[in-house]
């Protein structure tokens, strides 16, 4: 529309307003915020103050408030559109109702349940007053008064509107509808309070019963959309409802402790949102390889996916470093062509799914583990905590060789401002530009304050069930700490690193994305066995750079695209340790193409090079190579190209910054680099949380290879390296910036495979 209207159009402004409503749909709420304030704009200058669509727009600024849970701005904008319909005199129309939902449900997060009831009256009133028969909209009012009338505790009214609310859609719409779920979800919350307040088992029976409903509807709708951001948003709307969930099965566990199936149900919930897509995208790309789909035909799926990545890379090119704008013409249409390409994708796999019935069951043949599997799994001195992080309690399930039991943490505490504080505490002082004594002092207080607030809430609860050995199934922001860099105390002295009491100095600890993929990567069979033992790169080693890091005189770090000094002689360790040798590529000779071409013959890949994270958009997180052609651009390999390659390695050793983290998708977990080797066949991966140091990295990779030179599994050889480092560098370098980064994912048995 940019080529033919003015760019201030009536138009254009609604294009920018649909813009807006897309990306708050898929949680995108910075870029949603442009394109609706830039609709606003608009319209506010070609039809003045008063107008629906002027009211239109606060509505949706509102929700985008709302999503995240910034309930006061919400209120604001809501407030603004309900003024503008009421100058206009339009309380009485059909419009109005969308704006009584917004205040019922602002309020309703405001914990003003009364206000918010009169508000929800309101949109029944005018549904009456606007139809007849009974549809999906008077469907949606009534679950929305239902979830209102569980706050005020009135119980059996909620029911009603439910039950009211779920005889209308089943009326209207297919059994397997997913709209549905809202109401048995709505009526097992009923049930579970009516429990609480009486005690009567019937009703915690239904509670559970409705649970069960709501997630049976919930995966069938997962199954049934091959398109990646509804899962998300699917996965995200459902976590209050599992929470709830696990509850349930928790007060059944309670009542009877005899009752495992109950134990095992609130398992089931939690596993089944660790890290779905990761499983999910593994299991069809599983499905592919073995379902004998013509190599034609998964070519053409290769090429759409590759076409979507270039596509989505301009994108991103032109906003960071073009200087567009959401809002420019050029933007929106790679948003039209990226559309477009994933149609297309959506309808290949569809079609897969209905022309090879071996590539549906392989691609669905999806069996959660359950905590008995984990049991079997799990040696003596090992124990697996898996945390579920609700809206209002933390959930770790604690899983030993004979033991399952599940400790609930009130989440009484900003958990995420917490993880970050801990995360600035550790590295503020180390990346900074300009360091000074100020700056360490404050970074270390602030680190020794959080890592030991956080262990207090998250690992002191479970002190008398950790052994030495410790798997972390984390979620939300727990995936970017450290659980060994915590302080199970508070340090003697600030200035001294050799008083703080590690979490590291008595455990060991290696990290997975969820029980499930844990089981995966360690029975993990490649497709081909690697023909070589390992490929060892350090892209940006030179000879030379020793000199220049000298000349430098200062702290060097794996970040920007800089010479590493001590990258050289790690490779060069970690093959004279490894006894099956390999092969090593330095400088100029570690190129993105080398590493494309080598990298699926060999066991074991060791990359020392950069990386980058990128918390907006995970697939944009990337590893630089060596450039081929003097520019950057061909050097760096994006987490969305490394989806397309293929690996065979037990071991993939991320020696570069920021592997670990990304794009954080609360019920997903973070799409990070360490993630992507996790998809392509990696059953191991060693990667890093922040920008680390280049001479610290190589000393601790070394004697990680020591150790496992030794048999050692590769979570205590990581952990013995790492107390290694601490003994061998007292005073300063104690820090945990030099030594926490690095952490074990996946099937930690020995390189040896003992």
């Given at each position: 529309r940019h080529n033919r209207l003015p760019t201030e159009h009536i138009d254009i402004a609604r294009s920018y307003h649909i813009l807006g409503m897309a990306h708050n749909y898929i949680r995108k709420f910075d870029q949603s915020l442009e394109y609706f304030n830039k609709a606003l704009a608009i319209r506010i200058k070609l039809l003045g103050e008063n107008d629906t669509r002027i009211a239109s727009s606060y509505s949706e600024i509102g929700r985008v408030h709302l999503a995240r849970k910034d309930y006061p701005a919400a209120l604001v904008s809501f407030e603004k559109s309900n003024a503008i319909m009421v100058q206009l005199d339009m309380t009485q129309e059909w419009d109005y109702v969308y704006v009584c939902k917004d205040m019922a449900m602002v309020n309703q997060k405001l914990g003003r349940p009364e206000i918010a009831l009169e508000w929800q009256e309101k949109c029944l009133a005018l549904w009456h007053k606007s139809y007849k028969k009974p549809n999906s909209s008077l469907a949606s009012l009534k679950a929305g008064k239902g979830s209102i009338l569980i706050n005020l505790h009135e119980?059996?009214?909620?029911?009603?509107?439910?039950?009211?609310?779920?005889?209308?859609?089943?009326?209207?719409?297919?059994?397997?509808?997913?709209?549905?779920?809202?109401?048995?979800?709505?009526?097992?919350?009923?049930?579970?309070?009516?429990?609480?307040?009486?005690?009567?088992?019937?009703?915690?029976?239904?509670?559970?019963?409705?649970?069960?409903?709501?997630?049976?509807?919930?995966?069938?709708?997962?199954?049934?959309?091959?398109?990646?951001?509804?899962?998300?948003?699917?996965?995200?709307?459902?976590?209050?409802?599992?929470?709830?969930?696990?509850?349930?099965?928790?007060?059944?566990?309670?009542?009877?402790?005899?009752?495992?199936?109950?134990?095992?149900?609130?398992?089931?919930?939690?596993?089944?949102?660790?890290?779905?897509?990761?499983?999910?995208?593994?299991?069809?790309?599983?499905?592919?390889?073995?379902?004998?789909?013509?190599?034609?035909?998964?070519?053409?799926?290769?090429?759409?996916?590759?076409?979507?990545?270039?596509?989505?890379?301009?994108?991103?090119?032109?906003?960071?470093?073009?200087?567009?704008?959401?809002?420019?013409?050029?933007?929106?249409?790679?948003?039209?062509?990226?559309?477009?390409?994933?149609?297309?994708?959506?309808?290949?796999?569809?079609?897969?799914?209905?022309?090879?019935p071996e590539y549906y069951r392989l691609k669905y043949d999806r069996k959660t583990a359950s905590m008995a599997d984990m049991q079997a799994r799990l040696k003596p001195g090992q124990t697996l905590l898996e945390y579920f992080t609700g809206d209002s309690m933390i959930f770790v399930f604690v899983i030993q060789p004979g033991l399952s039991k599940v400790v609930q943490i009130k989440r009484d505490f900003p958990l995420n401002q917490w993880t970050l504080a801990l995360r600035e505490g550790i590295t503020g002082y180390h990346t900074a530009p300009e360091k000074n004594s100020r700056l360490y002092q404050q970074t270390v207080s602030q680190y020794a304050e959080y890592a030991h607030r956080l262990y207090l809430k998250l690992l002191e609860p479970l002190r008398p069930w950790l052994t030495d050995e410790i798997i972390i199934i984390p979620d939300e922001n727990l995936a970017s700490i450290p659980f060994e860099a915590l302080l199970q105390t508070t340090p003697r002295d600030l200035s001294n690193f050799v008083t703080y009491p590690f979490f590291l100095r008595t455990h060991q600890v290696q990290y997975a994305y969820s029980a499930t993929m844990l089981r995966d990567m360690e029975e993990r069979q490649h497709q081909t066995q690697p023909r070589d033992a390992m490929l060892a790169m350090a892209p940006f080693f030179d000879a030379d750079t020793n000199t220049l890091a000298l000349r430098l005189n200062r702290e060097l770090l794996r970040i920007g695209l800089s010479p590493l000094p001590n990258s050289g002689e790690e490779v060069l360790r970690a093959v004279k340790r490894y006894h099956g040798g390999g092969d090593v590529l330095l400088g100029k000779d570690a190129t993105r193409q080398a590493f494309w071409e080598m990298a699926s013959r060999y066991r074991i890949l060791h990359l020392a090079t950069h990386g980058k994270a990128n918390p907006q958009i995970g697939e944009f997180s990337f590893l630089a190579f060596s450039p081929t052609n003097g520019t950057n651009e061909s050097s760096v390999c994006p987490v969305g190209e490394l989806y397309q390659l293929s690996l065979n390695a037990d071991l993939v050793l991320l020696s570069a910054c920021e592997t670990g983290i990304g794009e954080t998708q609360k019920g997903e977990g973070v799409m990070s680099l360490a993630r992507a080797f996790a998809f392509m066949g990696a059953k191991s991966i060693v990667a890093s949380l922040w920008s680390v140091n280049d001479r610290s990295t190589m000393l601790i990779m070394d004697q990680f290879y020591k150790e496992s030179a030794n048999g050692k599994p590769k979570h205590q050889a990581l952990a013995l390296a790492k107390r290694q480092y601490l003994n061998d560098n007292p005073g300063l370098n104690n820090h945990p910036f030099f030594w926490a980064a690095f952490v074990g994912i996946g099937d930690m048995s020995s390189i040896n495979g003992k």
């Open positions: 119980l059996d009214a909620a029911e009603k509107e439910y039950r009211e609310a779920l005889t209308i859609w089943e009326s209207l719409l297919p059994a397997d509808d997913g709209i549905m779920g809202i109401s048995e979800a709505g009526l097992g919350n009923v049930y579970r309070n009516a429990y609480v307040s009486t005690g009567q088992p019937s009703y915690l029976d239904k509670s559970r019963t409705y649970f069960r409903r709501f997630s049976n509807r919930m995966n069938k709708t997962l199954q049934n959309n091959n398109w990646t951001d509804t899962r998300r948003k699917e996965l995200f709307d459902a976590i209050p409802i599992i929470e709830r969930a696990i509850q349930a099965d928790l007060l059944a566990y309670e009542q009877n402790p005899a009752q495992a199936e109950a134990l095992e149900s609130a398992w089931q919930y939690s596993e089944s949102m660790h890290g779905y897509l990761l499983y999910a995208a593994s299991q069809e790309s599983r499905a592919r390889h073995f379902a004998d789909i013509p190599d034609v035909e998964q070519a053409r799926d290769s090429t759409l996916r590759s076409e979507i990545f270039q596509l989505e890379k301009t994108r991103q090119n032109m906003l960071e470093n073009q200087g567009f704008s959401l809002t420019d013409s050029l933007v929106i249409r790679e948003d039209t062509r990226i559309f477009s390409k994933k149609q297309e994708r959506t309808a290949l796999l569809n079609d897969f799914e209905q022309r090879y």
